[in-house]
């Protein structure tokens, strides 16, 4: 399996093991107190507005900011990248701020966004397949629009929806059956990283 570089994979499934699948639900809770969140005066606190609905759905445009085909150093100047690390000749993965901290994982290549990716749920694809989920639960989901693919080692699967140049793609978890990574973006790099190996 060379979808991502085994030290970026491994520490994505263990920050799924430690963060709550509600992401973003720590940055709500560390923001300090706005008008929309502080009481009324009269006792009744005021609707608390969730984090949790911003970060709900990774598609193949991306994720909140976090849009295909976007410049990475755009990214780092609105402070909106933690980390980065290098990949394959051309690639480089990153960590995000805020409230998507710990759910997504970014892939640029020549500097511009390719592939949002996500080892905890939510976030979940518009259609609602997520991370956990069985292949069987993908298949009754998406129908037709879907299928089944290995990698060209023929040692990993994943499930594969197309929308145009763009993809959804749900890869196997490397120790239990069903999806363990979830990524969207540009069919040039998510299928053909995944097929080939993450140096294409």
């Keep these: 399996m060379n979808r991502l570089p085994s030290t970026i994979l491994a520490g994505l499934l263990a920050l799924a093991g430690i963060v709550p699948v509600t992401a973003g639900a720590p940055a709500a809770a560390a923001a300090p107190a706005h008008p929309a969140t502080a009481g009324h005066g009269d006792g009744t606190p005021a609707r608390v507005r969730s984090t949790v609905a911003e970060n709900e759905v990774l598609s193949v ?20 990248i933690d980390w980065t690390a290098p990949g394959c000749p051309g690639i480089v993965h990153a960590g995000v701020t805020g409230s998507w901290a710990g759910a997504i994982m970014l892939t640029f290549r020549d500097g511009r966004l390719v592939s949002v990716g996500t080892a905890t749920a939510p976030p979940r694809s518009p259609a609602g397949g997520s991370v956990g989920m069985s292949f069987a639960e993908l298949e009754r989901i998406y129908g037709p629009r879907g299928s089944m693919i290995r990698n060209d080692a023929g040692d990993a699967e994943a499930y594969l929806v197309r929308f145009g140049s ?35």
Aim: aromatic content about 10%; glycine content about 14%.
């Design 166 to 200: 763009r993809v959804e793609l749900f890869s196997d978890h490397p120790i239990r059956p069903g999806v363990g990574f979830y990524s969207a973006g540009l069919a040039s790099y998510v299928e053909r990283s995944f097929r080939q190996g993450c140096c294409c």
């Design 61 to 80: 445009r991306g994720a909140g900011p976090y849009r295909i085909g976007v410049r990475l150093d755009r990214l780092v100047a609105a402070g909106l």
